[in-house]
C-alpha cells in the first residue's frame, strides 16, 4: 500500500480499492455516467440516479456532518446501489456511516496508520444498540 | 418514572465503553485532540477554565431519590463535594480529572443517568415543564414524550454534527414553564377537536443574537412527531451554515432563509420521512405513558398545615412563595430554592442532595425535578407533611422563602468557571441578593426575575429577565449592560436594553433606583415589576436608572 493509495473500510475490516472505473464529478454527469462524485453541496432529492452503480460523498473534514443527511436522502429515494463516503471520516463514525446509509467508507493511508483496522472493527456491530432501528420497527 | 429497558441499559453500557476507549486512544495519539473534542463534547465534557467540567443530564428535569444519591455520590468521589444545578436540567461537575471521567459515566449508569449530547453540535438532552404531571394547570404530562424523543435524539446517525448545538423543550401547559419559545424547537402539547397535538415552534433562541421561536406548524397530530422533528433536523443539517459558527443557529436559517421556505422545505421532507416510520414509534410511546402515571396519593388531613401556617411566621413565608398548586387539593408542590442569600446560585452540596433525597423518598413519593430556574422540586407533597419538611429543609441551608423573588436569580458560572466570560456574574447576584435581604425589602417587591450573563452567549438567560444584566468586557473593565421587560414565558419578550452599562460598583445602585422606582410608580402590590414597566413603558425607569441625564435635561 503506498502512501497516497486510499483504504476501503467495511464490516470485514481494511481492503484496497476495487472499483476500477473513474468517478465523474456532479457537474460533468451524464445519462452514461456509473460512478458519480457527488459534492456535500448538491441537492440529493434532484441528482439523476438512473445508471448508477456507485455514489461517492466526499467528507472535507469529520465535524461536517451533512454527508450523513445526505446518504440517507439518497436511501429514501431509493436507491440501492453502492454508497461511499469517502475523505476525513473517523472511526468513531463507522456506525454513523453505516446506519445512514452509507456501505462503505474510503480512508487516506495515513488516517488508516493513525486509527488501525481494529479500531474500525470495533465499530462494526452497528445493528446492535440502535434505537433508530427501534423506533423504526426494523429491528 | 420511566425505568430503563434492557436496550437502555446495554446502549447506555456499550456508549460508556466507547467513550472509555476514545480517552485511551486520545492519550495514544489515535485521535487529534480536535478530533476528540467533539467526541468529549457529545459525552457531556467540556474543558473550562481551570479543568475540566462534566455536564450530566437530568433527563426532562426528573430524578428519583436513588439518581439523587448518586449525584451527591460523585460530588464527593470526584468532586469537591458539591455541584452545580443548571438552567437547562443539568448537573454540572466544576473539577473531574479526565482519567476519572469514564467511571464517573459509569456510576451514572448504575442509577440510569448519563452525560449523552449534554454539550456538543448535537441535539441537547431534552427538556420539559419542571411541574409535568404535578401542576394544576396541565393539559398533559409532557415527560413521556420527551422520553421518546431522547430515545430518537439519542446518537441518532444523522445529527451527531450539526452545524450548531440543537436544544428541544416540551411542555404540556398553557403556562409555559419550559421557556419554549427560546428554544431551536419548541414543543407545546395542544389539543383541537378532541385530537391531542403539538404546536411546533423553531427558531427561537437566547445568545448573541436573540430571537423568539415562530410557529412552524400549528397543529401536529401526535403521531406525526418523530418524522416531522426528523424533517425540520435534517434539513437544517444541510441548510445550516458552517462558515461562521455565530450563524450556525436554526434560528439564523429561519431568519435569513424566512419561515416560508424553511416550512415548506420541512413538509416536503417531512412526506418521505412519514414513510419511513411505520408506528413502532408510537407502540413503544404507549409503552412509555404508563410509566410516568401519577403515584397514588394519599389523602391527608391538612391540619398540620393549617395550624403551622396560622402560627409559624417563618413557615407562612416559606409556604407563600414556595408553594405552587397541585392538581391534588391537599397537596403542593415545593419548590425547594437553591438561592440562599448570598450563595451561588445552583450550587447544591452532597449534603443538602441527599437530605432532598431523603425527603422525596420519604414525602414525595420519590420524585424530585430540577428547575430551569436552578432550583429543586418536590412535585408531590401531602400539605400535611408540609411543616414537617421545612422544618428539615432549615437543618440544611435550603428553606430560604424566595422563589421568584429577586434574590432567586439565574446566573450563569461567569469569569469564575467560564473560559468564554467576559465578566463575573455569580459574585453579582451574591451582591444583589444580600442587599436586598439586608434591606428586608424581598417580599414587599414581590416576583421579580432577575438574570445574569457573563458574556454575550447569555447562558444566564438575560434576555428574558424582567431585569436582565449582561457582563462586558470595556477595555479590560467590567461593564454591565442592564435590560428590561423580558420574559421567558407564553408571553415570550427579549427585554429592551435599557442604555450605556455601569461599572461593577455602580451597578447595585442602579439596581437598587430601579427597584425603588417601581416601588414608588406600581399602583400596588398586586401589580408586579413586569406589569408596572409593561403598564409605563422604559421612560420612568431609565430616569431611575439614569438620574444624571435628567438633571441634565432639567438644567
Ligand atoms: C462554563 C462553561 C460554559 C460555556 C463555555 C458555555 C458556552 C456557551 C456558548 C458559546 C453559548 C452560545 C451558543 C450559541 O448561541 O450558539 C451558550 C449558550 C447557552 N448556554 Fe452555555 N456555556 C457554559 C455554561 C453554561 C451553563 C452553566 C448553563 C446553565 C446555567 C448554560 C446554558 C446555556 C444556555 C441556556 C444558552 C442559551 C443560548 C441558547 O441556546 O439559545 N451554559 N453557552
Ligand atoms: S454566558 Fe458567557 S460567561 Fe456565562 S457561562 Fe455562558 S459562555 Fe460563560
Redesign the pocket.
Known amino acids: 500500500m503506498t502512501l497516497n493509495s486510499t483504504v476501503i473500510v467495511r464490516d470485514q475490516g481494511f481492503s484496497s480499492e476495487d472499483w476500477q472505473g473513474a468517478f465523474t464529478p456532479l457537474e460533468e454527469a451524464t445519462a452514461q455516467t456509473d460512478a458519480l462524485d457527488m459534492p456535500a453541496n448538491a441537492d440529493p432529492d434532484t441528482v439523476a440516479l438512473a445508471g448508477l452503480r456507485i455514489i461517492r460523498i466526499p467528507f472535507a473534514s469529520f465535524a461536517d456532518g451533512r454527508g450523513f443527511t445526505l446518504a440517507r436522502s439518497l436511501r429514501l429515494r431509493g436507491y440501492t446501489a453502492r454508497l461511499r463516503a469517502s475523505g476525513h471520516v473517523i472511526a468513531d463514525q463507522y456506525a454513523m456511516a453505516r446506519r445512514a446509509g452509507f456501505d462503505e467508507v474510503e480512508i487516506s493511508a495515513e488516517l488508516a496508520a493513525r486509527q488501525p483496522e481494529d479500531q474500525w472493527l470495533a465499530r462494526a456491530n452497528w445493528q446492535a444498540h440502535d434505537y433508530q432501528a427501534r423506533l423504526r420497527g426494523t429491528a | 418514572m420511566y425505568k430503563y429497558t434492557e436496550f437502555d441499559t446495554a446502549f447506555l453500557a456499550e456508549r460508556n465503553a466507547q467513550f472509555r476507549a476514545q480517552v485511551e486512544r486520545r492519550i495514544d495519539g489515535s485521535l487529534t485532540e480536535d478530533e476528540f473534542k467533539p467526541l468529549r463534547l457529545m459525552n457531556g465534557l467540556?474543558l473550562?477554565l481551570h479543568a475540566y467540567?462534566l455536564r450530566v443530564a437530568i433527563p426532562y428535569g426528573t430524578l428519583n431519590s436513588a439518581q439523587m444519591r448518586q449525584l451527591a455520590l460523585l460530588a464527593v468521589k470526584w468532586d469537591k463535594g458539591y455541584g452545580?444545578f443548571?438552567?437547562?436540567q443539568n448537573i454540572?461537575y466544576n473539577w473531574p480529572l479526565l482519567r476519572d471521567v469514564p467511571d464517573m459515566l459509569d456510576a451514572l449508569a448504575e442509577v440510569g443517568l448519563h452525560a449523552i449530547q449534554t454539550s456538543g453540535n448535537t441535539i441537547r438532552n431534552v427538556t420539559a415543564d419542571h411541574f409535568a404531571g404535578a401542576a394544576a394547570d396541565e393539559l398533559a404530562d409532557p415527560r413521556p414524550v420527551a422520553e421518546l424523543i431522547r430515545q430518537w435524539s439519542t446518537d441518532h446517525p444523522e445529527f451527531q454534527f450539526l452545524p450548531?448545538?440543537f436544544?428541544i423543550a416540551v411542555t404540556g401547559s398553557p403556562n409555559d414553564r419550559a421557556v419554549t419559545r427560546?428554544h431551536d424547537i419548541g414543543l407545546r402539547m395542544v389539543e383541537r377537536d378532541g385530537e391531542t397535538g403539538y404546536e411546533v415552534i423553531v427558531g427561537g433562541?437566547?445568545?448573541?443574537t436573540p430571537m423568539i421561536g415562530q410557529v412552524i406548524r400549528e397543529f401536529l397530530p401526535r403521531g406525526d412527531l418523530l418524522p416531522y422533528l426528523e424533517a425540520i433536523v435534517s434539513v437544517y443539517n444541510l441548510l445550516g451554515r458552517r462558515d461562521n459558527k455565530y450563524k450556525?443557529?436554526i434560528k439564523i436559517t429561519v431568519h435569513e432563509n424566512g419561515i416560508e421556505t424553511i416550512r415548506d422545505l420541512v413538509e416536503t421532507r417531512f412526506e418521505t420521512l412519514k414513510t419511513a416510520f411505520n408506528g413502532a414509534d408510537q407502540a413503544l410511546l404507549a409503552q412509555i405513558e404508563p410509566q410516568f402515571a401519577a403515584p397514588d396519593f394519599v389523602a391527608k388531613d391538612t391540619a398540620p398545615y393549617d395550624r403551622a401556617y396560622a402560627t409559624d411566621p417563618v413557615f407562612r413565608a416559606w409556604a407563600d412563595t414556595n408553594l405552587t398548586a397541585h392538581r391534588q387539593a391537599d397537596h403542593a408542590i415545593v419548590s425547594i430554592s437553591l438561592k440562599a442569600h448570598g450563595a451561588t446560585p445552583?450550587d447544591a452540596t452532597a449534603d443538602q442532595m441527599r437530605l432532598m433525597a431523603d425527603l422525596a423518598a420519604k414525602y414525595a413519593y420519590d420524585e424530585l425535578r430540577i428547575s430551569h430556574e436552578?432550583n429543586v422540586i418536590l412535585p408531590h407533597v401531602a400539605r400535611a407533611d408540609l411543616p414537617a419538611v421545612h422544618a428539615a429543609l432549615k437543618t440544611a441551608g435550603l428553606a430560604t422563602a424566595n422563589i421568584g423573588l429577586i434574590s432567586d436569580i439565574i446566573a450563569?458560572?461567569g469569569m469564575d468557571?467560564?473560559?468564554?466570560a467576559t465578566a463575573r456574574s455569580i459574585p453579582i447576584a451574591q451582591e444583589i441578593a444580600t442587599h436586598f435581604d439586608a434591606l428586608k425589602l424581598e417580599h414587599d417587591i414581590g416576583p421579580l426575575k432577575i438574570k445574569i450573563s457573563g458574556c454575550i452567549?447569555?447562558?444566564?438567560?438575560h434576555h428574558v429577565g424582567h431585569i436582565g444584566i449582561l457582563g462586558l468586557d470595556r477595555a479590560g473593565v467590567e461593564n454591565y449592560q442592564i435590560t428590561l421587560g423580558g420574559d421567558g414565558t407564553e408571553d415570550a419578550v427579549i427585554g429592551e436594553r435599557a442604555g450605556p452599562g455601569f461599572a461593577a460598583e455602580d451597578l447595585l445602585p442602579a439596581i437598587e433606583r430601579l427597584v425603588r422606582a417601581y416601588l414608588e410608580l406600581r399602583e400596588g402590590r398586586d401589580e408586579t415589576f413586569l406589569d408596572a414597566y409593561r403598564r409605563l413603558g422604559v421612560a420612568p425607569f431609565k430616569a431611575a436608572l439614569y438620574p444624571e441625564a435628567r438633571d441634565r435635561h432639567a438644567a
Open positions: 467540556y473550562q467540567m452545580h443548571t438552567t437547562r454540572q450548531r448545538k436544544k427560546a433562541g437566547l445568545g448573541r450556525a443557529r445552583g436552578q450563569c458560572p468557571y467560564c473560559a468564554l452567549n447569555a447562558c444566564g438567560h
